[in-house]
């Protein structure tokens, strides 16, 4: 998708008109937050920090992760990291650790590099990620880093990490890179 770095093409401006429909989609969904129509949901007993982005795809989030994953196991926090998995073809939730690793397949790439890179770290790859932190919580997990989670409001958080990255465009999905 190298048409998306840069100033916009053609393609970008054909596009234009779905971005439009996302972006008033995108907003709509933020609006039942903002105005308190859907409330986030607060998981007990553990710390939720989010690290995300504005656009999709490199800006350094997994080495990010990896890096406060293994900083918050040496400062004694039971760490789990809350993922989608993006790009695997399985569907069914997941838990990983430097022990046990499912394929790229089954687990995605990402998710098995923080499991391998980050010992004493346990990996729940859901689509849910309200039912992951919930999972992580009830096995005792105190400190939870949701990747990935910019755009995520169903589960609250305390803290929240956005990388910039400077990524050719200011168009919105599919015309762009922004989300």
């Known amino acids: 998708m190298s048409w998306w770095y840069g100033p916009p ?66 400062l004694g926090h039971r760490v789990a990291v809350l993922t989608r998995g993006y790009g695997r073809t399985s569907k069914r939730a997941l838990t990983l650790s430097g022990e046990a690793l499912e394929t790229v397949g089954e687990a995605g790439d990402e998710p098995r590099l923080i499991a391998r890179r980050c010992p004493g770290v346990t990996v729940f790859i859901n689509a849910d990620r309200v039912a992951a932190a919930r999972a992580a919580a009830a096995q005792g997990f105190n400190f939870l880093l949701l990747d990935d989670g910019f755009q995520h409001r169903r589960l609250a958080r305390d803290a929240g990490l956005l990388l910039e990255v400077g990524a050719g465009h200011d168009f919105l999905l599919p015309a762009g890179p922004s989300r």
């Open 9 to 74: 093409t053609w393609r970008a401006w054909l596009l234009w008109p779905a971005s439009l429909v996302y972006g008033l989609v995108l907003r709509a969904w933020h609006a039942l937050f903002d105005l308190g129509l859907r409330t986030p949901v607060r998981v007990e007993g553990a710390t939720i920090l989010s690290v995300g982005n504005r656009v999709v795809g490199g800006s350094g989030k997994t080495p990010v992760v990896i890096h406060l994953a293994n900083e918050a196991v040496r």
